[in-house]
């Protein structure tokens, strides 16, 4: 079986999402902060007349927070009936992944609240964690991330 992703950079980790799961990359737009929302949110952005909430990546994984990047991107996932977007460094490219390639998370990564990591794929020179879009954010986090759009 073979996996389509779309690769990012955070910082100096790569990463991936199942582009089944990935609606469209955009540039860098306007971003709304919302007062007293969690510290990952970015704030909201108008997507294509519709607002869509700005998930900060690097703060979500509590990786070390660098200036925004002119390459940074914003990566607009599907998640179940509405669409988040996720702030990453760069955008890489669209990969075919095989089996024989992803490898399990170890035993202990297995341990958050949630199963983000759906695998560890070996790519050339590098590792590349892929991450489960459905599972980035707790239930409790889609329904405020729900009423922040709400509020615009």
Do not use: C, W
């Not at 902060?33 to 952005?45: F, H, L, N, R």
């Not at 990566?75 to 179940?80: F, G």
């Not at 695998?119 to 707790?138: M, P, R, S, Y």
């Amino acid at each position: 079986m073979e996996l389509k992703v779309v690769s990012f950079l955070l910082g100096e980790e790569k990463f991936a999402l199942d582009i089944m799961s990935v609606d469209s990359i955009v540039e860098m737009g306007k971003i709304v902060k919302i007062p007293e929302s969690a510290d990952y949110v970015e704030g909201i952005m108008n997507l294509r007349g519709n607002v869509i909430p700005i998930i900060n990546l690097k703060k979500k994984f509590k990786m070390k927070i660098t200036d925004r990047a002119p390459s940074s991107k914003i990566v607009v996932i599907n998640l179940d009936d509405r669409k988040i977007g996720l702030l990453v460094d760069q955008v890489h490219e669209v990969l075919t992944i095989t089996d024989k390639q992803i490898e399990q998370p170890p035993a202990d990564l297995g341990k958050t609240k949630t199963n983000i990591v759906l695998g560890i794929a070996k790519f050339e020179e590098d590792l590349l964690i892929i991450l489960n879009g459905k599972e980035l954010l707790t239930s409790e986090e889609q329904i405020q991330l729900e009423g922040l759009t709400k509020l615009a």
